[in-house]
């Protein structure tokens, strides 16, 4: 995984795979997740959609 130079980056999250969910019915989202200090570990996580 790489981030960005401030530290972002953003993942896709799709519990519901490989499965079709019913239309409106699906789990996907996107977040976005980010490495304040550089260190590796994501403290930090918003959901984008």
């Known amino acids: ?3 960005a130079e401030w530290g972002l ?4 999250e799709m ?4 499965d079709k969910p019913a239309p409106g019915e699906g789990k ?3 977040v976005a997740i980010r490495d304040t200090d550089g260190d590796g570990c994501i403290p ?3 959901l984008i959609m």
Request: glycine residues 0%; proline residues 12%; aromatic residues 30%.
């Open 1 to 3: 995984m790489v981030f």
């Open 9 to 12: 980056a953003y993942v896709i």
């Open 15 to 18: 519990p519901d795979y490989p």
């Open 28 to 30: 996907s989202r996107v």
């Open 44 to 46: 930090s996580y918003f």
